[in-house]
């Protein structure tokens, strides 16, 4: 009995760790990716259950969030638009994707080429990019937002925030 006490011990030490890595599995269910847009419509997103295809992050806010769509309908989640842009960038179909962002004045989703953009707010990954359906000073259009976001002029650069924000 002595010797198969350890063995036992260990056995369900690793059924406890196992089950625990299983049912953790099991409750997360993260949407990462959809397929069968077809329409290449926003699709809902719900927090908490979507993940930043950028980043890999946790969507938890609505304000910022994208979704790019690619001809043949898979859907990608961002949660900062300049994920999108980042991410975006290789891609083959980066001219041809449809691309929705969350407008932070009509809270609805726009067409996020067609969109005007913030170049100083508190994103989730710190771009600073806040999409507007209305033009307004100081929001620049899809082409300068991508631009700046691919040469790294954004508030995560302490030189252009400091710049942005007067400071």
């Known amino acids: 009995m002595k010797k198969v006490t350890p063995f036992l011990i260990v056995f ?3 059924g406890i760790i196992v089950t625990l890595f299983l049912s953790l ?9 959809q397929e069968g847009n077809l329409k290449k419509l926003p699709l809902p997103i719900t927090v908490h259950s979507y993940q930043d295809s950028d980043c890999g992050m946790v969507i938890e806010d609505m304000r910022y969030v ?3 769509i690619a001809p043949d309908g898979k859907t990608w989640f961002f949660h ?3 994920g999108f842009v980042h991410w975006l960038e290789d891609k083959p179909f ?4 449809v ?4 407008s932070r004045d009509t809270k609805r989703w726009i067409d996020g080429r067609k969109a005007y953009y913030s170049l100083n707010e508190i994103t989730p990954m710190g771009y600073g990019f806040g999409a507007y359906e209305k033009k307004k000073k100081g929001l620049v259009d899809f082409h ?3 631009l700046r976001m691919l040469r790294g002029e954004t508030m995560k ?3 252009i925030k400091k710049q942005l924000l007067g400071k």
């Open 12 to 14: 369900v030490f690793i």
């Open 25 to 33: 599995g099991k409750a997360q269910h993260m949407v990462v990716i």
């Open 66 to 68: 994208s979704e790019v």
């Open 80 to 82: 900062d638009h300049g």
């Open 94 to 97: 980066k001219d041809a994707a």
């Open 99 to 102: 691309i929705w962002v969350m």
């Open 144 to 146: 300068t937002m991508a």
């Open 157 to 159: 650069n302490p030189k």
